[in-house]
């Protein structure tokens, strides 16, 4: 006999409600041809303004990268005078919804900024299928490389430390946190030095059908229908599943061995059908001999994190401030050893 698929636990009615309504909007924004309904989706979209004066220990700016192609970051400081981290965040959205100033990414990183106690650099990076692979890879090297040679941008605290920055996002912002660290690896920076990953169930797949995606139904916000249609979206015309970008440990991929890819964080969710490739992808950086660690909560679906309420937050906030320090600690003393090898 067959085994069950698997069905998300129960949820509160308000999630369920926000579940709904979500639902609701991918049906009728995401059509059918793969392209995307932006007036209607952007008037769903609720957008929030920053703030100079600060919001609970928070302050907000937006930078302007490249006019041109709408390049911009969202920079959250906290009310902080000690040494503080450097985080460069994308967002998720299947590379084709959300952007920096989304409700729900403000919220997001304002909580970031504040409970890991870091300068939050939110990219607000061009979208499929309008634009596709690999314009988010290049618009998100581009801001690290804008931060490197601008180090006195305005609003860009003093006491953040360049020398400890992280790179990190969620779903198809994990994707591309991925991807901008490797080209990352390939740049000489003088300014910022890199020390972490923080993939927060990031958006990978390939061609064949893991259990997860057979499996997993019912999910909240991700299912294999949606997924599909966001591969589609972004990846170049006539591309299949292999493509590196999404299946970056497979046949097609690049040999990342012989790079200084820094540490990193994987977070999976027991409900999130991805989770396989998700610990694929963990199992990938292991086998090319690079520091990764894996946190899976059984019990989390996809973009629980934007969800305070669930109990695997405060967990998740934690394993991630721990990452931080542990590396940050290492990239200190790291430091420390070479201007005493100097002297």
Not at 30 to 39: A, L
Not at 101 to 115: I, V
Request: aromatic share 14%; glycine share 6%; with cysteine.
């Amino acid at each position: 006999m067959s085994e069950k698929p698997l069905a998300c636990p129960n949820l509160s009615w308000k999630m369920k409600l926000i579940i709904f309504v979500m639902n609701f909007v991918n049906k009728f924004t995401c059509r059918s041809d793969g392209t995307v309904n932006r007036r209607l989706l952007s008037f769903l979209d609720y957008k929030v303004p920053p703030s100079i004066k600060p919001i609970n220990g928070i302050k907000t700016s937006d930078i302007i990268v490249d006019v041109s192609r709408n390049l911009w970051f969202r920079l959250f400081v906290p009310s902080n005078d000690a040494d503080m981290p450097v985080i460069v965040y994308f967002h998720g959205g299947g590379f084709t919804t959300m952007y920096a100033d989304s409700s729900n990414y403000d919220s997001l990183c304002r909580r970031f900024a504040a409970e890991l106690n870091a300068v939050i650099i939110s990219v607000n990076y061009r979208l499929a299928p309008e634009h596709k692979y690999p314009c988010q890879y290049e618009d998100g090297f581009d801001v690290l490389k804008f931060i490197e040679n601008n180090p006195n941008f305005e609003g860009f605290p003093t006491n953040a430390n360049m020398k400890n920055c992280f790179i990190g996002g969620d779903s198809a912002g994990g994707n591309i946190a991925h991807h901008v660290a490797v080209k990352a690896c390939n740049y000489e920076f003088r300014n910022l030095k890199f020390t972490g990953v923080i993939a927060i169930q990031p958006g990978f797949s390939g061609k064949e059908r893991t259990e997860s995606e057979m499996k997993i139904v019912g999910a909240p916000f991700l299912n294999v229908e949606a997924a599909d249609f966001f591969w589609k979206a972004f990846l170049p015309e006539d591309s299949d599943r292999d493509h590196p970008a999404l299946n970056v440990f497979g046949p097609k991929s690049e040999d990342i061995s012989e790079l200084n890819f820094p540490a990193a964080i994987v977070i999976v969710g027991g409900f999130d059908p991805l989770k396989d490739w998700q610990k694929r992808y963990y199992e990938g950086l292991k086998k090319c001999g690079k520091e990764a660690y894996l946190i899976e909560y059984p019990n989390a679906f996809h973009g629980f994190i934007s969800f305070p309420e669930q109990p695997e937050c405060s967990l998740f906030i934690n394993e991630v401030r721990e990452f931080i320090q542990r590396q940050s600690d290492r990239a200190s003393t790291h430091t420390t050893w070479n201007k005493s090898t100097m002297n």
